[in-house]
């Protein structure tokens, strides 16, 4: 009797276990539902249509349109990826949740780029990511920081002056043809050198104060590696598969980030030298003041390998977003005259002809900032935000978001959406201005755009990269008149097929407009 009992009570048991799976199972997955998204094949997800159809960013936009969703979830290998152009949803995942999504994804193209997660930006959340965010913040980017560096920009600001007057000069054959992209890099990299390295160039540079080979190579591989950081590498998704670099993602990287090393390492490596030897007596830039920060007990902060990759960071955190919003802000203005002379009209109130914009000059200069903005929204340099990790299970907007999903904010999915912005594809300043005339930010916390983000992986660097992003506009405004080519009747604003760059880089003619003296300070 006994043992009758026994396979009939485990019987019995399996019975109720399967029943309660076949009648739970639709209920538990609706609770746990995804968002809406393409279905995958076993281990590899979407990845094969994600390699079908390249590039990538335009691949997961078009799946959105075609399931008419502002949130999906596609499979790469092991990652469900989630992007997003909703703001409410936005809104949830950096404010609401915040916590939840404030990791980086740990990849391949991540691991590189911050030499084994020694940065701030790229590292997944954890003390390291704190110790570099504070360090940032309260050593590098923080207000009284940015004034004892004012100088440096400032000498970097009258030096793009220098440059984009002998180009007009020396150009004359060219009637003053610029090339606004080559410009607007090589001021935001001559910044960043000089604050961090006290100098302008790696090399010679040349005669006309524009950028030496040294300098051209600098810039070309920090973009390198900006296009390659969580570009939808295979190995990104499918670690076993690093090896094998079927892509090239790998070697690229490689190479671009050897490239910059060869040029910072060298300049590191002898300051420290320096410092050991009581050869330096004063900081006099950011690479100072890395090296000589303390911990409690008086020992460096950082080590070398620290200091070196988060400068390679910082440099890569400054050189694309004022560069590519100027260069596309100028040729929606060039051909939209109207709102040039608007700016142009706000710069004659401010500045005047008889000086060159200063920093002070900023605050009043709304309009000027609003195009600024008005470029960040509708023409942001990447499709995406930085991937932010979730690090537990969490549902947003009712979706299941399991825990180690890369949450993608669309930047021009948010900034174009047509539920959130009136006629999204037309370069209109005027809607940033505020109607009781407080001041234009070019930061929105908001999430209706993104252009610095939020939260607590929100942009650190604000306020250098606003005062970069409005220097360099207002200085090339303010300094020339600028005017489509002869027999071009207007600046072709096709955006390039394989990013959000214009795709063919901005050469327009420049015309001194300031009081000859100006230029003649400049020591031209
Ligand atoms: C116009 C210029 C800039 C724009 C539009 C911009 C935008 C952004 C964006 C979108 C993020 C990602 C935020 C997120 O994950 O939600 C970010 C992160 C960051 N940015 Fe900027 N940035 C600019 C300039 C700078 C500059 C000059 C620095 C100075 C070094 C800087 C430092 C950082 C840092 C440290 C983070 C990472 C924060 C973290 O992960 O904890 N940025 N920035």
Redesign the pocket.
Same mark, same amino acid.
């Not at 993104?450 to 660097?461: I, N, V």
């Given at each position: 009797m006994e043992n009758n009992t026994i396979p009939l009570a485990i019987l019995i048991a399996v019975l109720l276990v399967i029943t309660t799976i076949i009648f739970e199972w639709p209920c538990y997955m609706k609770r746990r539902k995804l968002p809406p998204g393409p279905t995958g094949i076993p281990i590899f997800g979407c990845l094969p249509q994600m390699l079908l159809n390249k590039p990538t960013f335009r691949w997961i936009h078009s799946v959105m349109d075609n399931m008419n969703t502002e949130i999906a979830c596609i499979r790469l290998g092991g990652v469900h990826v989630i992007p997003v152009t909703s703001p409410e949803l936005a809104r949830e995942f950096?404010k609401k949740q915040d916590s939840t999504f404030a990791s =980086?994804p740990d990849c391949m193209s991540g691991r590189l780029s911050s030499n084994g997660y020694l940065t701030?930006?790229l590292t997944p959340m954890g003390d390291q990511?704190k110790k570099m =965010?504070k360090v940032?913040a309260t050593n590098?980017?923080s207000p009284a920081k940015h004034n004892w560096l004012h100088d440096k920009r400032m000498e970097e600001a009258d030096n793009l002056i220098r440059y984009v007057y002998n180009q007009c000069k020396n150009s004359l054959e060219a009637g003053g043809l610029v090339n606004v992209r080559i410009a607007a890099q090589q001021y935001c990299g001559n910044v960043i050198r000089r604050l961090i390295f006290n100098k302008k160039h790696f090399g010679n540079g040349k005669e006309d104060g524009g950028p030496g080979p040294e300098e051209v190579e600098h810039v070309a591989a920090l973009f390198t590696i900006l296009t390659y950081i969580y570009g939808f590498s295979i190995a990104d998704y499918i670690p076993w598969l690093e090896i094998f670099d079927f892509d090239d993602h790998k070697e690229i990287l490689k190479k671009a980030i050897a490239n910059i090393t060869k040029y910072h390492d060298p300049e590191i490596d002898d300051r420290i030298q320096m410092w050991g030897k009581g050869m330096i007596a004063m900081e006099e830039d950011i690479l100072d003041v890395l090296i000589n920060l303390k911990d409690s007990k008086g020992a460096p902060l950082l080590t070398i390998e620290e200091i070196k990759a988060l400068i390679v960071e910082?440099m890569l !955190?400054?050189v694309d977003?004022?560069s590519n919003?100027i260069e596309w802000a100028l040729a929606e203005m060039i051909n939209q005259p109207e709102i040039l002379k608007r700016a142009l009209e706000e710069l004659e109130i401010v500045v005047g002809r008889d000086r060159l914009v200063q920093e002070s000059d900023l605050t009043y200069l709304k309009y000027v900032k609003a195009c600024a903005k008005e470029t960040?929204r509708i023409h942001p340099i990447a499709p995406f935000?930085?991937p932010?990790v979730s690090m537990e299970d969490a549902t947003v907007g009712g979706y299941f978001i399991p825990k180690g999903s890369h949450v993608l904010l669309s930047r021009p999915g948010l900034g174009r959406n047509p539920r959130i912005w009136e006629e999204p594809l037309k370069f209109k300043p005027e809607r940033h201005l505020k109607d009781d005339c407080s001041d234009v930010v070019?930061t929105d916390s908001d999430l209706r755009m993104?252009?610095?983000?939020? @939260? =607590?992986? @929100?942009? !650190? @660097?604000v306020l250098?990269?606003?005062t970069?992003?409005t220097m360099l506009f207002a200085r090339l405004i303010h300094g020339f008149s600028w005017n489509a080519p002869p027999d071009v009747p207007n600046i072709d604003l096709t955006e390039s097929e394989g990013d959000l760059l214009l795709a063919k880089p901005l050469l327009a003619l420049a015309k001194p407009r300031l009081s000859e003296h100006v230029y003649q300070q400049l020591g031209n």
């Open positions: 950096l =980086r701030a930006v990511w =965010r940032l590098i980017l910082i !955190a400054t977003n004022p919003a960040f935000n930085v932010h070019l993104l252009s610095f983000s939020t @939260g =607590r992986r @929100g942009c !650190a @660097g250098l990269g606003s970069m992003t």
